[in-house]
């Protein structure tokens, strides 16, 4: 079993839905980060979250430090944002990233 | 400001021969870290360097993985001799740790094909 589990595995939805990827982890972390990787493979960051709520545009990313488990969410989706949606910890014990396996999202108009 | 570059974008090889992937940070980032994501896996840290030093290597798979990063600017990574096994795409990453912030970008990755 992986230290970080992300659900769904996959997700298709409509245009304008209300998105959300799971993760949750079973290591003491430092950080979350939320990443975004396109068909094109290359990988952006969206955020690092240590506490609380993040939010950046349509983007909202919660963690719940208590309970091991951080949500990343998408408000009126957009075929644009198709895509792998990674959660990667960092290890507090040893500083490195853990990823989850990515959640693939399609958006379709 | 240019993103973390990698080089080359893919490559095939031939089971036993030589590979070496290539890794340039963004200007006046100190940290580099190497990450490998094999068919149908999570991607998995291999090694961070700080500067020129190899901080951590704990991730490298064996051996036949040598990362070097001399003057602490662009990185190598070499595999030798490739196994089937060593398929996948190589992601490089750099940031620069600001308090206790650290934001790592990420190059466009390397698919490497054994054959």
């Known amino acids: 079993k992986n230290e970080v589990e992300q659900s769904p595995q996959n997700l298709t939805a409509q245009e304008g839905e209300f998105i959300t990827i799971n993760c949750s982890y079973s290591?003491?972390?430092?950080?979350l980060h939320w990443l975004q990787q396109h068909p094109g493979g290359g990988i952006v960051s969206l955020f690092m979250l240590s506490s609380g709520k993040k939010k950046h545009g349509r983007l909202i990313a919660t963690i719940n430090i208590q309970e091991k488990h951080s949500s990343l969410h998408i408000t009126a989706s957009h075929p644009r944002d198709s895509a792998v949606y990674i959660c990667a910890v960092r290890s507090s014990s040893n500083y490195q990233l853990i990823w989850g396996a990515g959640t693939k999202l399609i958006i379709k108009p | 400001e240019a993103g973390v570059t990698q080089f080359p974008s893919h490559s095939v090889i031939e089971k036993g021969q030589t590979v070496t992937l290539r890794c340039d940070p963004i200007?006046?980032?100190?940290?580099l870290y190497w990450y490998r994501r094999v068919m149908g896996k999570e991607i998995k840290f291999l090694l961070h360097f700080v500067k020129e030093s190899k901080q951590d290597e704990s991730g490298m798979p064996n051996n036949r993985f040598l990362a070097e990063r001399t003057g602490g600017t662009y990185s190598t990574l070499k595999v030798q001799p490739a196994e089937l096994e060593d398929s996948g795409v190589y992601f490089c990453?750099?940031?620069?740790?600001?308090?206790?912030?650290?934001?790592?970008?990420f190059g466009p990755g390397t698919r490497l094909l054994v054959l």
């Open positions: 290591v003491g972390i430092s950080a």
């Open positions: 200007s006046g980032h100190d940290n």
């Open positions: 990453a750099s940031s620069q740790v600001r308090g206790t912030q650290e934001t790592q970008y």
